[in-house]
């Protein structure tokens, strides 16, 4: 089939609208249509060339849709479902998927990460040309063809715009808190980057029912917008902004640290930030080459301990669900991150407002 999508054909230039080849759902896979997709910051990175992909590539990995067609052999999902996308397709069966933790799966990291299907393929084209799909996604655009473990069905009662940011910001925020670091109660946190992961990780902290909430960001538009999730206290970055931290959690430094911006500077902050005994977790996604100082003697001394968190180590297809079950209830706010959304053919205006900060949560529509 024909289908509309924004193609990247080189970093640093933007995205551009093509009429594309959508080859129909093989064994194991799912035709979606999609429904809303967010502007999320790391396909940002790869316009930046931060990420490095093979091009030309269809992006777009937070989505959401309705199953449209199914491939040979699919099963637990009709046409007609609702489907939250996940980024991290997985095969069920190899070490780390038998372990609980499919976001590593090593049977088709490589693929996924080519942007092909689990078969090394991808279904879209332009003129004959094989064009890649993001994640084995390819969001950005009005139908896409995924693998069966992307889809993740989701009550109709949320709506897809609430669907695809659980697809990436909310799980990759509020999973890092609840899954990755498991904070408890009366916890003081503090969270670098007040973008969507940001966000979703001081809602995350207040669900987790943390005591204070320490939200640090440049933009005073976003402080504002954490507090309003929970935050307790908004910081701007500056020379003093490690003793706040500390006069705030009298005197120790916050129990938990969450790195959600992706910077080296500022992840060398975070581990200053936490208390001694603290856990420090990064979730924003670094260049990949990106290093920082860090000193092993401190972590022996004080007992910090550094942790990653990819996609909030989360289970897809238990805490999707699990996210839109807390959204319907009223304890997940997540439709109040999405401030504005745009057709799919103002995809760079949209992410000039994402640069600028003029949008929380921006999501590309299809109708
Ligand atoms: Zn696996
Ligand atoms: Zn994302």
């Known amino acids: 089939m024909k289908i509309k999508a924004a193609v990247l054909f080189a970093p640093q230039t933007p995205f551009k609208m ?7 759902p093989q064994k194991g896979e799912v035709l979606v249509k999609m429904e809303a997709a967010g502007v999320c910051h790391s396909d940002w990175h790869l316009v930046t060339g931060d990420s490095k992909h093979p091009m030309p ?4 990995h937070e989505g959401a849709g ?7 052999g699919v099963t637990g999902l009709k046409v007609g479902d609702k489907v939250s996308l996940n980024w991290a397709n997985y095969c069920g069966e190899c070490y780390y998927c038998k372990r609980g933790r499919p976001g590593l799966c090593e ?4 693929t996924n990460k080519a942007g092909f299907m689990p078969d090394g393929t991808s279904r879209l084209s332009l003129n004959g040309e094989p064009v890649r799909q993001y994640c084995a996604l390819a969001c950005f655009a009005d139908h896409a063809v995924v693998p069966r473990s992307s889809c993740v069905k989701m009550p109709d009662a949320v709506p897809s715009s609430v669907a695809a940011a659980i697809g990436c910001a909310v799980t990759t925020g509020v999973g890092s808190v609840l899954n990755t670091a498991q904070v408890e109660p009366d916890a003081s946190i503090a969270v670098f980057g007040a ?3 940001g966000l979703c990780t001081v809602m995350g902290a207040k669900l987790a029912g943390a005591r204070s909430i320490i939200a ?7 402080l504002e917008a954490a507090k309003s999730f929970g935050a307790t206290h908004g910081l701007q970055p500056s020379d003093s902004v490690i003793d706040q931290i500390f006069e705030i959690t009298e005197g120790r430094g916050a129990d938990y640290v969450f790195e959600a911006a992706g ?3 500022v992840q060398e902050l975070a581990i200053k930030a936490a208390r001694r005994g603290g856990t420090v977790v990064f979730s924003g996604l670094s260049p990949v080459d990106s290093t920082f100082p860090l000193s092993g003697a401190l972590l022996v001394r004080q007992e910090k301990a550094v942790m990653g968190s990819y996609y909030g180590t989360a289970i897809p297809h238990e805490d999707f669900p699990k996210f839109g079950d807390l959204y ?3 304890q997940l706010p997540i439709d109040r991150l999405i401030t504005r959304s745009y057709p799919l053919e103002q995809i760079n205006e949209a992410y000039a407002d994402m640069l600028s900060g003029a949008i929380t949560r921006g999501i590309l529509r299809f109708d």
């Open 18 to 24: 093509e009429t594309l080849d959508l080859q129909g």
């Open 57 to 60: 590539l269809v992006a777009g």
């Open 66 to 72: 309705i199953v449209a067609a199914l491939g040979e």
């Open 107 to 110: 049977t088709f990291f490589k």
């Open 195 to 197: 973008g969507g992961v």
């Open 216 to 222: 640090i960001d440049p933009l005073e538009s976003r």
């Open 263 to 265: 910077s080296s500077a």
């Open 328 to 330: 319907l209830k009223g």
